[in-house]
């Protein structure tokens, strides 16, 4: 597609549940980074990969939180167990590579509510 | 201390009015530098990268001073639709890739 495409766009869940968030990069893209926003707050880094491996998994909060990738396209994050502290966006985003100096761009979102 | 800093704002300007914002960053081997915009509720977007000799880009001019380790971003004569917060971005680039945004300097332009 053009751009960072991820689905759902909206989840409210019950406390407890599992969600599974979905990321389709820019074509071409390799790196794909996952991050979350909560309300009025800054960008918190999650996770990102290269490739279909994540050379940076440090910001991943707990173990209730994994990701994967494969086929070096298609990410996935899983929550699991979800608590309302996870309420949040999480936002994806796509490089060329994880070189520095690659503009990284950003999906729209998927705004989990967890009640 | 924090790696990317931002003064949080807000910054409250009447339109016409030039307002700059200050980055500091603590990695001194931070090699790439980036401006994003967001808007509420809304994903960030580039605004601009800037450059080691600084960058203008119509009214948005990004400076660098890497001795001193800050970013500044000036908007010329403001606009009603240049209301947003405004995201510091650096690129470690060493010891592999991270990018670190900084949180946010919120932007209001009055009428």
């Known amino acids: 597609g053009a751009g960072v495409s991820q689905s759902p766009s909206n989840k409210v869940t019950e406390k407890g549940k599992d969600v599974e968030l979905r990321c389709d990069p820019i074509s071409g893209h390799t790196a794909l980074y996952w991050y979350r926003q909560s309300l009025g707050q800054g960008l918190e880094f999650l996770i990102y990969f290269q490739g279909n491996s994540a050379p940076d998994k440090s910001g991943l909060p707990s173990d209730r939180f994994s990701a994967e990738r494969t086929g070096g396209s298609v990410s996935t994050l899983t929550i699991q167990r979800t608590q309302q502290e996870d309420s949040a966006v999480y936002l994806c985003?796509?490089?060329?590579?994880?070189?520095?100096?690659?503009?990284?761009?950003f999906g729209e979102g998927s705004w989990l509510t967890v009640v | 201390r924090k790696e990317v800093e931002q003064d949080p704002g807000p910054f409250n300007v009447p339109e016409g009015a030039t307002v700059a914002f200050n980055c500091t960053y603590s990695?001194?081997?931070?090699?790439?530098f980036f401006w994003y915009r967001q808007d509420c509720r809304k994903e960030p977007k580039l605004l601009m990268s800037?450059?080691?000799s600084g960058n203008e880009d119509g009214r948005f001019t990004a400076q660098l001073n890497r001795a001193s380790q800050y970013i500044s971003l000036l908007i010329r004569d403001s606009k009603l639709s240049d209301s947003a917060t405004y995201l510091c971005v650096v690129n470690a680039g060493t010891g592999g890739f991270k990018t670190i945004f900084g949180a946010g300097t919120r932007l209001f332009v009055k009428a």
């Open positions: 985003a796509s490089s060329l590579g994880a070189v520095s100096g690659n503009t990284i761009y």
């Open positions: 800037v450059y080691s």
């Open positions: 990695n001194s081997a931070s090699q790439s």
